[in-house]
Protein backbone atom coordinates (compact mmCIF):
# COMPACT_ATOMS: atom_id res chain seq x y z
CA UNK A 1 0.00 0.00 0.00
CA UNK A 2 1.55 3.33 -1.19
CA UNK A 3 2.27 5.49 2.59
CA UNK A 4 0.01 8.33 0.98
CA UNK A 5 -3.03 6.68 0.66
CA UNK A 6 -1.98 4.80 4.00
CA UNK A 7 -1.84 8.79 5.65
CA UNK A 8 -4.98 9.20 3.92
CA UNK A 9 -7.26 6.58 6.12
CA UNK A 10 -5.34 7.35 9.32
CA UNK A 11 -6.42 10.93 8.41
CA UNK A 12 -9.84 9.96 7.84
CA UNK A 13 -10.07 7.47 10.80
CA UNK A 14 -8.52 9.55 13.56
CA UNK A 15 -10.94 11.33 15.67
CA UNK A 16 -11.71 14.95 13.96
CA UNK A 17 -12.25 18.00 15.83
CA UNK A 18 -16.06 19.23 16.86
CA UNK A 19 -19.14 17.61 15.66
CA UNK A 20 -18.78 19.72 12.35
CA UNK A 21 -15.96 17.99 11.02
CA UNK A 22 -18.25 14.51 11.62
CA UNK A 23 -21.01 16.31 10.30
CA UNK A 24 -19.57 17.09 6.91
CA UNK A 25 -17.94 13.81 6.32
CA UNK A 26 -21.51 12.20 6.40
CA UNK A 27 -22.93 14.68 4.30
CA UNK A 28 -20.21 14.35 1.98
CA UNK A 29 -20.60 10.48 1.73
CA UNK A 30 -24.21 10.52 1.98
CA UNK A 31 -25.01 13.28 -0.82
CA UNK A 32 -22.99 10.81 -3.29
CA UNK A 33 -24.84 8.01 -2.10
CA UNK A 34 -28.09 9.63 -2.60
CA UNK A 35 -26.82 11.19 -6.06
CA UNK A 36 -25.80 7.85 -7.56
CA UNK A 37 -28.52 5.87 -6.21
CA UNK A 38 -31.74 8.83 -7.28
CA UNK A 39 -29.46 8.45 -10.81
CA UNK A 40 -29.81 4.48 -11.25
CA UNK A 41 -33.08 4.16 -10.09
CA UNK A 42 -34.34 6.87 -12.52
CA UNK A 43 -32.54 5.72 -15.51
CA UNK A 44 -33.81 2.21 -14.76
CA UNK A 45 -37.33 3.58 -14.51
CA UNK A 46 -37.00 5.68 -17.89
CA UNK A 47 -35.31 2.26 -19.68
CA UNK A 48 -38.87 0.26 -18.25
CA UNK A 49 -41.02 2.61 -19.66
CA UNK A 50 -39.00 3.15 -23.25
CA UNK A 51 -39.43 -0.93 -23.41
CA UNK A 52 -42.66 -1.49 -22.18
CA UNK A 53 -43.41 1.21 -24.74
CA UNK A 54 -41.80 -0.81 -27.62
CA UNK A 55 -43.15 -3.97 -26.39
CA UNK A 56 -46.69 -2.91 -26.88
CA UNK A 57 -45.90 -0.98 -30.06
CA UNK A 58 -44.63 -4.27 -31.28
CA UNK A 59 -47.71 -5.79 -30.55
CA UNK A 60 -49.27 -4.45 -33.02
CA UNK A 61 -46.94 -2.80 -35.57
CA UNK A 62 -44.76 -4.86 -37.71
CA UNK A 63 -41.16 -4.15 -37.30
CA UNK A 64 -40.97 -2.96 -40.84
CA UNK A 65 -44.07 -2.00 -43.08
CA UNK A 66 -44.05 -1.67 -47.10
CA UNK A 67 -46.81 0.55 -48.61
CA UNK A 68 -47.72 1.50 -52.07
CA UNK A 69 -48.80 -1.92 -52.93
CA UNK A 70 -52.82 -1.41 -53.29
CA UNK A 71 -52.59 -1.60 -56.99
CA UNK A 72 -50.77 -4.86 -57.12
CA UNK A 73 -52.81 -8.40 -58.50
CA UNK A 74 -52.57 -11.12 -56.38
CA UNK A 75 -50.03 -12.65 -57.99
CA UNK A 76 -48.26 -9.19 -58.18
CA UNK A 77 -48.29 -9.13 -54.47
CA UNK A 78 -47.17 -12.91 -54.28
CA UNK A 79 -44.26 -12.08 -56.36
CA UNK A 80 -43.14 -9.11 -54.01
CA UNK A 81 -43.44 -11.09 -50.94
CA UNK A 82 -41.03 -13.80 -51.79
CA UNK A 83 -38.82 -11.16 -52.70
CA UNK A 84 -38.35 -9.39 -49.40
CA UNK A 85 -38.77 -12.38 -47.52
CA UNK A 86 -35.47 -13.67 -48.92
CA UNK A 87 -33.70 -10.62 -48.28
CA UNK A 88 -30.98 -11.12 -45.20
CA UNK A 89 -32.36 -10.08 -42.07
CA UNK A 90 -35.99 -10.25 -43.36
CA UNK A 91 -38.04 -13.28 -41.28
CA UNK A 92 -41.54 -13.51 -42.00
CA UNK A 93 -43.37 -11.43 -44.48
CA UNK A 94 -47.63 -10.45 -44.23
CA UNK A 95 -49.48 -8.66 -46.76
CA UNK A 96 -52.37 -5.84 -44.65
CA UNK A 97 -54.76 -3.44 -45.47
CA UNK A 98 -55.33 0.00 -43.97
CA UNK A 99 -58.17 2.19 -44.76
CA UNK A 100 -61.04 4.63 -42.61
CA UNK A 101 -64.19 3.14 -42.40
CA UNK A 102 -66.90 4.28 -40.22
CA UNK A 103 -68.56 2.55 -37.54
CA UNK A 104 -71.69 2.15 -35.79
CA UNK A 105 -73.54 0.70 -33.53
CA UNK A 106 -76.92 1.07 -31.49
CA UNK A 107 -75.32 3.81 -29.05
CA UNK A 108 -72.58 5.69 -30.71
CA UNK A 109 -70.16 5.90 -34.25
CA UNK A 110 -66.77 6.68 -34.75
CA UNK A 111 -64.89 6.46 -37.47
CA UNK A 112 -61.80 4.07 -37.06
CA UNK A 113 -58.82 2.77 -39.03
CA UNK A 114 -59.78 -0.58 -40.33
CA UNK A 115 -57.24 -3.20 -40.60
CA UNK A 116 -57.30 -6.20 -42.94
CA UNK A 117 -55.13 -9.34 -41.83
CA UNK A 118 -54.58 -13.10 -42.98
CA UNK A 119 -54.10 -14.25 -38.79
CA UNK A 120 -52.00 -16.91 -39.19
CA UNK A 121 -49.32 -14.79 -41.03
CA UNK A 122 -49.96 -11.64 -39.03
CA UNK A 123 -49.38 -13.72 -36.40
CA UNK A 124 -45.57 -14.34 -37.68
CA UNK A 125 -44.86 -10.85 -37.83
CA UNK A 126 -46.79 -9.26 -34.73
CA UNK A 127 -47.48 -10.74 -31.64
CA UNK A 128 -51.09 -9.48 -31.82
CA UNK A 129 -52.93 -13.13 -30.47
CA UNK A 130 -51.26 -12.03 -27.02
CA UNK A 131 -53.13 -8.92 -27.09
CA UNK A 132 -56.54 -10.48 -27.15
CA UNK A 133 -59.17 -10.16 -24.17
CA UNK A 134 -62.20 -12.69 -25.28
CA UNK A 135 -63.24 -14.05 -28.20
CA UNK A 136 -61.35 -15.67 -30.80
CA UNK A 137 -58.89 -14.49 -33.67
CA UNK A 138 -60.71 -17.46 -35.58
CA UNK A 139 -64.12 -15.41 -36.31
CA UNK A 140 -62.57 -13.09 -38.97
CA UNK A 141 -60.81 -16.20 -40.88
CA UNK A 142 -64.42 -17.93 -41.28
CA UNK A 143 -65.70 -16.25 -44.44
CA UNK A 144 -68.42 -18.52 -45.18
CA UNK A 145 -70.66 -16.93 -42.16
CA UNK A 146 -73.35 -14.90 -43.22
CA UNK A 147 -72.45 -11.85 -41.08
CA UNK A 148 -68.79 -11.26 -41.15
CA UNK A 149 -66.40 -10.86 -37.43
CA UNK A 150 -64.24 -7.67 -36.52
CA UNK A 151 -61.58 -7.51 -33.37
CA UNK A 152 -62.26 -4.36 -31.99
CA UNK A 153 -60.03 -2.56 -29.66
CA UNK A 154 -60.96 -2.78 -25.86
CA UNK A 155 -61.70 1.52 -26.06
CA UNK A 156 -63.07 1.43 -29.14
CA UNK A 157 -65.84 -1.31 -28.24
CA UNK A 158 -66.34 1.03 -24.75
CA UNK A 159 -66.85 3.89 -27.26
CA UNK A 160 -69.27 2.55 -29.19
CA UNK A 161 -71.24 0.65 -26.02
CA UNK A 162 -70.67 -2.79 -28.05
CA UNK A 163 -69.65 -6.66 -26.56
CA UNK A 164 -68.93 -9.52 -27.68
CA UNK A 165 -71.08 -11.46 -30.31
CA UNK A 166 -73.53 -7.64 -31.44
CA UNK A 167 -73.82 -6.40 -34.36
CA UNK A 168 -72.46 -2.84 -35.94
CA UNK A 169 -72.71 -1.46 -39.03
CA UNK A 170 -69.30 -0.58 -41.60
CA UNK A 171 -69.57 2.60 -43.97
CA UNK A 172 -66.72 2.93 -46.57
CA UNK A 173 -66.49 5.63 -48.91
CA UNK A 174 -63.68 4.84 -50.82
CA UNK A 175 -65.36 3.17 -53.77
CA UNK A 176 -68.84 4.30 -53.49
CA UNK A 177 -71.17 1.93 -55.73
CA UNK A 178 -74.16 3.59 -55.86
CA UNK A 179 -75.03 7.48 -57.35
CA UNK A 180 -78.09 9.09 -55.81
CA UNK A 181 -79.95 11.97 -56.00
CA UNK A 182 -77.84 13.41 -53.24
CA UNK A 183 -74.61 11.85 -54.01
CA UNK A 184 -72.16 9.44 -53.68
CA UNK A 185 -73.67 6.40 -51.45
CA UNK A 186 -71.01 4.69 -49.57
CA UNK A 187 -71.13 0.47 -49.09
CA UNK A 188 -72.55 -0.41 -46.11
CA UNK A 189 -71.49 -3.93 -44.33
CA UNK A 190 -72.79 -5.53 -41.56
CA UNK A 191 -70.17 -6.98 -38.82
CA UNK A 192 -70.28 -9.22 -35.39
CA UNK A 193 -68.01 -8.52 -32.73
CA UNK A 194 -65.75 -11.90 -32.83
CA UNK A 195 -63.54 -10.52 -30.27
CA UNK A 196 -61.81 -7.42 -28.03
CA UNK A 197 -58.12 -6.90 -27.45
CA UNK A 198 -56.01 -4.57 -25.76
CA UNK A 199 -52.28 -3.91 -26.70
CA UNK A 200 -51.93 -1.21 -23.99
CA UNK A 201 -51.26 1.40 -26.50
CA UNK A 202 -54.56 4.14 -26.64
CA UNK A 203 -54.18 4.93 -30.08
CA UNK A 204 -54.39 1.64 -31.20
CA UNK A 205 -57.05 0.56 -28.50
CA UNK A 206 -59.27 3.53 -29.57
CA UNK A 207 -58.87 3.28 -33.31
CA UNK A 208 -58.01 0.27 -35.07
CA UNK A 209 -60.53 -2.63 -35.97
CA UNK A 210 -59.30 -6.14 -37.14
CA UNK A 211 -61.13 -7.62 -39.83
CA UNK A 212 -60.03 -10.13 -42.69
CA UNK A 213 -58.08 -9.43 -45.20
CA UNK A 214 -61.18 -10.61 -47.62
CA UNK A 215 -63.62 -9.05 -45.97
CA UNK A 216 -61.13 -5.68 -45.73
CA UNK A 217 -61.30 -6.06 -49.69
CA UNK A 218 -64.59 -6.50 -50.34
CA UNK A 219 -65.75 -2.98 -48.26
CA UNK A 220 -62.98 -0.84 -49.27
CA UNK A 221 -62.81 -1.78 -52.69
CA UNK A 222 -59.03 -2.47 -52.32
CA UNK A 223 -58.08 -5.62 -54.76
CA UNK A 224 -54.84 -6.08 -53.43
CA UNK A 225 -53.57 -5.04 -49.82
CA UNK A 226 -51.77 -1.16 -48.96
CA UNK A 227 -48.60 -2.28 -47.21
CA UNK A 228 -46.70 -5.56 -46.33
CA UNK A 229 -45.73 -6.58 -42.24
CA UNK A 230 -42.30 -7.56 -42.50
CA UNK A 231 -40.31 -9.35 -39.10
CA UNK A 232 -37.08 -8.91 -38.91
CA UNK A 233 -34.15 -10.93 -36.92
CA UNK A 234 -32.46 -7.88 -34.96
CA UNK A 235 -34.54 -4.77 -34.31
CA UNK A 236 -31.74 -2.67 -33.59
CA UNK A 237 -31.20 -2.80 -37.28
CA UNK A 238 -34.47 -2.13 -38.68
CA UNK A 239 -33.62 0.96 -40.09
CA UNK A 240 -30.96 -0.40 -42.45
CA UNK A 241 -32.81 -3.65 -43.17
CA UNK A 242 -36.07 -1.25 -44.46
CA UNK A 243 -33.84 0.66 -46.36
CA UNK A 244 -32.83 -2.06 -48.39
CA UNK A 245 -36.17 -3.48 -48.84
CA UNK A 246 -37.39 0.05 -50.15
CA UNK A 247 -34.58 -0.34 -52.66
CA UNK A 248 -35.62 -4.34 -53.53
CA UNK A 249 -39.15 -3.38 -53.91
CA UNK A 250 -38.73 -0.32 -56.39
CA UNK A 251 -39.52 3.09 -56.70
CA UNK A 252 -43.23 2.33 -56.00
CA UNK A 253 -42.92 1.80 -52.98
CA UNK A 254 -41.77 3.04 -49.37
CA UNK A 255 -40.88 1.14 -46.58
CA UNK A 256 -40.48 2.35 -42.68
CA UNK A 257 -38.76 0.69 -39.83
CA UNK A 258 -41.22 0.77 -36.27
CA UNK A 259 -38.21 3.82 -35.43
CA UNK A 260 -39.43 5.96 -38.34
CA UNK A 261 -42.78 5.19 -37.72
CA UNK A 262 -42.58 6.22 -34.07
CA UNK A 263 -39.61 8.47 -34.07
CA UNK A 264 -41.10 11.36 -32.26
CA UNK A 265 -42.60 8.99 -29.27
CA UNK A 266 -39.16 7.65 -28.68
CA UNK A 267 -37.13 10.84 -29.50
CA UNK A 268 -38.93 12.50 -26.32
CA UNK A 269 -38.26 9.61 -24.08
CA UNK A 270 -34.76 9.31 -25.05
CA UNK A 271 -34.84 13.39 -24.42
CA UNK A 272 -36.72 13.27 -21.13
CA UNK A 273 -34.03 10.09 -19.57
CA UNK A 274 -31.54 12.89 -20.54
CA UNK A 275 -32.77 15.69 -18.99
CA UNK A 276 -33.39 13.81 -15.88
CA UNK A 277 -29.67 12.29 -15.97
CA UNK A 278 -28.15 16.10 -16.05
CA UNK A 279 -30.71 17.25 -13.07
CA UNK A 280 -29.37 14.11 -10.76
CA UNK A 281 -26.00 14.74 -11.94
CA UNK A 282 -26.92 17.82 -9.70
CA UNK A 283 -27.10 16.14 -6.58
CA UNK A 284 -23.50 14.28 -6.82
CA UNK A 285 -22.46 17.73 -7.50
CA UNK A 286 -23.54 19.63 -4.63
CA UNK A 287 -22.24 16.52 -2.74
CA UNK A 288 -18.54 17.32 -4.43
CA UNK A 289 -18.58 20.85 -3.00
CA UNK A 290 -18.93 19.26 0.67
CA UNK A 291 -16.40 16.84 -0.36
CA UNK A 292 -14.38 20.23 -1.10
CA UNK A 293 -15.25 22.05 2.51
CA UNK A 294 -14.30 18.58 4.07
CA UNK A 295 -11.07 17.96 2.32
CA UNK A 296 -10.04 22.20 3.44
CA UNK A 297 -11.02 21.63 7.03
CA UNK A 298 -8.93 18.26 7.11
CA UNK A 299 -6.20 20.16 5.58
CA UNK A 300 -6.43 23.01 8.58
CA UNK A 301 -6.81 20.42 11.20
CA UNK A 302 -3.63 18.60 9.80
CA UNK A 303 -1.39 22.00 9.08
CA UNK A 304 1.34 21.00 11.54
CA UNK A 305 1.42 17.60 10.34
CA UNK A 306 1.54 18.94 6.58
CA UNK A 307 4.74 20.53 7.66
CA UNK A 308 6.41 17.44 9.57
CA UNK A 309 6.25 15.47 6.40
CA UNK A 310 7.62 18.26 4.73
CA UNK A 311 10.58 18.68 6.64
CA UNK A 312 10.82 14.94 6.30
CA UNK A 313 11.71 15.00 2.80
CA UNK A 314 8.12 14.46 1.78
CA UNK A 315 7.27 16.07 -1.97
CA UNK A 316 4.65 18.02 -2.61
CA UNK A 317 2.89 15.62 -5.25
CA UNK A 318 2.96 13.03 -2.14
CA UNK A 319 1.43 15.78 -0.04
CA UNK A 320 -1.27 16.16 -3.00
CA UNK A 321 -1.86 12.62 -3.42
CA UNK A 322 -2.61 12.45 0.53
CA UNK A 323 -5.43 14.40 -0.09
CA UNK A 324 -6.50 13.37 -3.72
CA UNK A 325 -7.00 9.88 -1.73
CA UNK A 326 -9.12 11.41 1.41
CA UNK A 327 -11.36 12.98 -1.18
CA UNK A 328 -11.19 9.70 -3.24
CA UNK A 329 -11.95 7.44 -0.18
CA UNK A 330 -15.01 9.73 0.68
CA UNK A 331 -16.42 9.51 -3.23
CA UNK A 332 -15.78 6.17 -3.59
CA UNK A 333 -17.66 4.97 -0.08
CA UNK A 334 -20.06 7.16 -1.08
CA UNK A 335 -20.28 5.46 -4.84
CA UNK A 336 -20.38 2.18 -4.13
CA UNK A 337 -23.05 2.75 -1.07
CA UNK A 338 -25.38 4.43 -3.91
CA UNK A 339 -24.37 1.59 -5.98
CA UNK A 340 -25.50 -1.02 -3.83
CA UNK A 341 -28.52 0.81 -2.75
CA UNK A 342 -29.92 1.89 -6.30
CA UNK A 343 -28.95 -1.88 -7.53
CA UNK A 344 -31.05 -3.40 -4.67
CA UNK A 345 -33.91 -0.82 -5.14
CA UNK A 346 -34.43 -1.52 -8.80
CA UNK A 347 -34.60 -5.32 -8.04
CA UNK A 348 -36.88 -5.05 -5.33
CA UNK A 349 -39.21 -2.88 -7.45
CA UNK A 350 -38.85 -5.46 -10.48
CA UNK A 351 -40.11 -8.12 -7.89
CA UNK A 352 -42.33 -7.10 -5.61
CA UNK A 353 -44.22 -4.32 -8.04
CA UNK A 354 -45.35 -2.67 -5.00
CA UNK A 355 -45.78 1.36 -6.63
CA UNK A 356 -48.84 0.83 -8.32
CA UNK A 357 -49.87 3.32 -10.76
CA UNK A 358 -53.59 4.43 -12.22
CA UNK A 359 -53.71 2.26 -14.89
CA UNK A 360 -56.57 4.66 -17.01
CA UNK A 361 -53.61 7.52 -17.14
CA UNK A 362 -50.56 5.32 -17.42
CA UNK A 363 -51.75 2.33 -19.09
CA UNK A 364 -49.61 0.40 -16.73
CA UNK A 365 -50.64 -1.09 -13.28
CA UNK A 366 -47.06 -1.45 -12.17
CA UNK A 367 -44.22 1.18 -12.18
CA UNK A 368 -41.85 -0.58 -15.13
CA UNK A 369 -38.23 -0.60 -14.33
CA UNK A 370 -34.83 -1.87 -16.39
CA UNK A 371 -31.68 -2.46 -15.03
CA UNK A 372 -29.33 -1.75 -17.74
CA UNK A 373 -25.03 -2.35 -17.31
CA UNK A 374 -24.33 0.54 -19.90
CA UNK A 375 -26.22 2.91 -17.28
CA UNK A 376 -24.82 1.57 -14.46
CA UNK A 377 -21.35 2.21 -15.66
CA UNK A 378 -21.96 5.77 -16.61
CA UNK A 379 -23.00 6.70 -13.46
CA UNK A 380 -19.86 5.27 -11.82
CA UNK A 381 -17.86 6.85 -14.20
CA UNK A 382 -19.08 10.20 -14.36
CA UNK A 383 -19.45 9.99 -10.73
CA UNK A 384 -15.51 8.91 -10.08
CA UNK A 385 -14.61 11.85 -12.24
CA UNK A 386 -16.46 14.59 -10.70
CA UNK A 387 -15.64 13.25 -6.80
CA UNK A 388 -11.82 13.12 -7.92
CA UNK A 389 -12.07 16.36 -9.91
CA UNK A 390 -13.59 17.84 -6.23
CA UNK A 391 -10.47 16.63 -4.43
CA UNK A 392 -8.12 18.89 -6.60
CA UNK A 393 -8.33 21.96 -5.46
CA UNK A 394 -8.14 21.08 -1.85
CA UNK A 395 -5.33 18.55 -2.28
CA UNK A 396 -3.14 21.41 -4.58
CA UNK A 397 -4.00 24.04 -1.54
CA UNK A 398 -2.49 21.90 1.22
CA UNK A 399 0.63 20.80 -1.12
CA UNK A 400 1.41 24.63 -0.89
CA UNK A 401 1.93 25.22 2.79
CA UNK A 402 5.03 26.30 3.98
CA UNK A 403 6.40 24.10 6.62
CA UNK A 404 8.24 26.55 8.67
CA UNK A 405 5.26 28.70 9.51
CA UNK A 406 2.89 25.63 9.51
CA UNK A 407 4.90 23.99 12.43
CA UNK A 408 4.73 27.51 14.37
CA UNK A 409 1.82 28.86 13.84
CA UNK A 410 0.03 24.96 13.34
Sequence with gaps: MPFELEIALRYLKSRRHGLFAFVTTLIAIGGVTLGVTSLIVTLSVMNG????????????????????????????????????????????????????????????????LMRGI???????????QKTLLTGSWNSIENDSKSVPSLI?????????GVSLGEEVLAFSSSEPEILGLMGNIPKVERFRVGGIFQSGMYEFDANLAFASLTQAQKLLGIPGA??????????????????????????????????????????????????M??????????????IISNLILLSIEKTKDIGILKTMGTT?????RIFLYAGSLLGITGIFLGTCLGIGTVLVLGKTQW??????????????????GWDVSWVLLGSILITLLSSTYPATQAAKVNPVDSIRYG
Design 152 to 160: LGKELSRSL
Design 118 to 128: LPQKEFAVTDS
Design 226 to 275: TGLGIKTDNLDRADKIAQLIGETAGIRYWARSWQSLNRNLFEALKLEKIV
Design 355 to 372: IKLPQDVYYIDTLPVKLS
Design 49 to 112: FRSDIQKKTLGIQPHIVLLGTEKDSALALDSLSDKVRALPGVQSVSPFILGQVLLKSKRSTQGV
Design 316 to 320: QNSIK
Design 277 to 290: AILLTMIILVASFT
